[in-house]
């Protein structure tokens, strides 16, 4: 199937956004769960089928909606792959790689900024961490108390966000990575596998 | 000397409002150790015993503008009285006792909002709580790496107050307070004491 053969005849980029406009609304409203293709497709009052030819799964499209810099499947499939004892420290290469690679403009600090003012945004923000990155962590790694885990490595990274490239506190701000992963990797690492 | 022989003959509400605006200006600009009671009565135009007759002191005066919702000189006093051994758990215990005071409202989150989307008041909330909060306490014990170690401290508190009452993650929104300094009080005594 070509592309050409599927293009749908209207404005692309304008059905496009109107898509994304529902499903922004939908998996901060009714989660991601209850969210589908179908339910998306009608509040946005366009064939299913239009839904998937622009984002090609639920999974594609929640990321679109949330702007996030990385592919989680891609990313957190190595991090699983390094293995639990390795995944503290994994984790927090990935953030600090992923923020310091956009220099100046850090796109988590940009979404957490909207998240706190907009309630829509943060329970988006907070499905799109829940479901897409640490579950399918502590579900890999058959963890015990998953949703406390999960909280708890949100908790740590989302602050170091903030106060390394937020509000950029003198201790942090300008630490190198090694120096980074050495303070906050344990903690990452005791959330995930230690005793709580 | 009593309050009416001291009151000037000018609008209190205005005038504390405009030595307020300049005091927060300068906290954000030139940062804490440059401000000084004069230094805001000149920019608000105004004597500087007004500045002290209506805040009483520069700690005051800055606490005024962050409007911090608990005095750092007396809650701070008892976490460093309880000794360093204690002092993750006090402080955990400390921010969980006055967050859950406000109920729905949460001040820190609130603050917090604020200097995410205002440089100036990021500027300023970062100046408290290092000035006011964290140095005294890294100080008190005498700690190594202070501005690292007060920067790991406020990554985990601000990144608590983020996930549990601003995003509310299923994991820790309703954790009790005993539950969640068991999770988070090792952490935070470990950025304190142990080895980074």
Chains 1, 2 share one sequence.
């Not at 599927?6 to 009714?30: G, L, N, W």
């Not at 953030?95 to 909207?114: E, M, Y």
């Not at 506190?169 to 990575?177: I, R």
Request: proline residues 5%; aromatic residues 8%; glycine residues 6%.
């Amino acid at each position: 199937m070509t592309r050409s053969g599927r293009r749908p005849k209207v404005d692309d980029s304008s059905t496009r956004d109107q898509i994304r406009v529902a499903a922004r609304q939908q998996f901060a409203e009714r989660g991601y769960q209850a969210t589908t293709i179908r339910s998306v497709a009608e509040q946005a009052a366009v064939d299913p089928s239009l839904v998937m030819h622009f984002f090609r799964s639920k999974d594609q499209l929640f990321e679109a909606c949330v702007e996030w810099p990385f592919d989680p499947e891609v990313e957190l499939a190595a991090v699983i792959d390094a293995g639990l004892p390795q995944a503290g420290e994994q984790l927090v290469r990935l953030f600090l790689a992923t923020w310091d690679a956009r220099g100046g403009h850090n796109p988590v600090v940009t979404l957490l900024r909207t998240a706190m003012s907009q309630e829509s945004v943060g329970r988006l923000l907070r499905e799109f961490i829940q479901v897409r990155l640490l579950t399918p962590l502590v579900e890999a790694f058959e963890l015990d108390q998953p949703e406390l885990r999960a909280g708890l490595v949100a908790s740590q990274l989302l602050g170091l966000g903030i106060v390394r490239y937020g509000l950029r506190f003198d201790g942090l701000a300008e630490l190198p990575h090694d120096a980074v992963v050495a303070s906050i990797a344990p903690t990452i690492q005791r959330y995930l596998s230690g005793e709580l």
